[in-house]
Nanobody, 116 residues
Framework: QVQLVESGGGLVQPGGSLRLFCAAS????????MGWYRQAPGKERELVAR???????GYVDSVKGRFTISRDNAKNTVYLQMNSLKPEDAAVYYC??????????WGQGTQVTVSS
């Protein structure tokens, strides 16, 4: 069974940076596009960044130029470098396949708090 484990979140001031990590058991990275999703209180979960198995990337407009997604297939790890963080970036961040594969459970996520 594939497991996804996110880490790297925390409390940061506006304008600060964080680097998120997603480690997966199994070999899903090698054959699937992967993405970082986030869910803020009272809002639906949204896909903010995606990366294909070949390394092409895409971002939602609100994070373009500030977030960078990358992957290391040998380490089964996906990263999200977040710079110039804003209070509206605060959310629980999750990684998963793109599109979602129903048989893969969501991880616990990692909390990002942006506050002065």
């Amino acid at each position: 069974q594939v497991q996804l484990v996110e880490s790297g979140g925390g409390l940061v001031q506006p304008g600060g940076s964080l680097r998120l990590f997603c480690a997966a058991s199994g070999s899903i990275f090698r054959i699937n596009d992967m993405g970082w999703y986030r869910q803020a209180p009272g809002k639906e979960r949204e896909l903010v960044a995606r990366i294909t198995s070949g390394g092409s990337t895409g971002y939602v407009d609100s994070v373009k130029g500030r977030f960078t997604i990358s992957r290391d297939n040998a380490k089964n790890t996906v990263y999200l470098q977040m710079n110039s963080l804003k209070p509206e970036d605060a959310a629980v961040y999750y990684c998963n396949t793109v599109p979602i594969i129903q048989t893969i459970s969501w991880g616990q996520g990692t909390q990002v708090t942006v506050s002065s």
